[in-house]
Nanobody, 121 residues
């Protein structure tokens, strides 16, 4: 099993910044991809930013130029730096990791418990 522990959410004014972190632990052979999704009230969960083990990143159009996801580090931790935050960024942010499961190396998807980000004056 793999556990994901998130931190860094909170309340921030429009234009402010927050940094989210997600640390993966447990039976990890390797991590194929890791990143962040978010879900606002009444909306579906959506991709925010993900990074592959090779360093390839993918961002939602709505956050390009404002959010930056770090590369995966040796401690299986990824960070999301969020700048120029807007009220529409308000949501629960979930960490996700795609982990191959030995011996078949089938890919399993794991989720964190979520952290609330509220952007409001």
């Amino acid at each position: 099993q793999v556990q994901l522990v998130e931190s860094g959410g909170g309340l921030v004014q429009p234009g402010g910044s927050l940094r989210l972190s997600c640390a993966a632990s447990g039976s990890i052979f390797s991590i194929n991809r890791m990143g962040w999704y978010r879900q606002a009230p009444g909306k579906q969960r959506e991709l925010v930013a993900v990074v592959s083990s090779g360093g390839v990143t993918n961002y939602a159009d709505s956050v390009k130029g404002r959010f930056t996801i770090s590369s995966l580090n040796a401690k299986n931790t990824v960070y999301l730096q969020m700048n120029s935050l807007k009220p529409e960024d308000t949501a629960v942010y979930y960490c996700n990791a795609i982990v191959p499961q030995p011996p078949s190396l089938d890919l399993n998807s794991y989720w964190g418990q979520g952290t609330q980000v509220t952007v409001s004056s």
